[in-house]
């Protein structure tokens, strides 16, 4: 399986972007497809997650601000981000996983079975 991480660029602090993740080689339906970022010098986090019933956990730092979502019939989620802040910068990176994983589990990188390259995603103040 491969995905393809896109839709990243430099926007102003307040502004939005949307963020897709499009899976080729496998079917995303029955599967988690979970968002991570690596801001500059730092270590990677987890944003969120998307569970194939369409359930979403977040992260604090960004619930209220981004929405998760897929599309099945395209092989893609989708992660819609407003309220940009200049903190939100960063790589992001989709990861694909069992929807077995548990809670506890997704925010750990080597549970998932895939990742995307990453997109960046820049903030300006």
């Known amino acids: 399986v491969q995905l393809q991480a896109s839709g990243g660029g430099l926007v102003q602090a307040g502004g939005s972007l949307r963020l897709s993740c499009t899976a080729s080689?496998?079917?995303?339906?029955?599967?988690?497809i979970s968002w991570f970022r690596q801001p500059p010098g730092k270590e990677r986090e987890f944003v969120g997650a998307?569970?194939?019933?369409?359930?979403?956990y977040y992260s604090s730092s960004v619930k209220g601000r981004f929405t998760l979502s897929r599309d099945n019939a395209e092989n893609t989620a989708y992660l819609q981000m407003i309220s940009l802040k200049p903190e939100d910068t960063a790589v992001y990176y989709c990861a694909l996983g069992t929807d077995r994983l548990i809670l506890s589990s997704l925010f750990l990188e080597d549970k998932y079975d895939a990742w995307g390259q990453g997109t960046q995603v820049t903030v300006s103040s």
């Open positions: 080689g496998r079917s995303i339906v029955g599967n988690t």
């Open positions: 998307i569970r194939r019933g369409s359930t979403t």
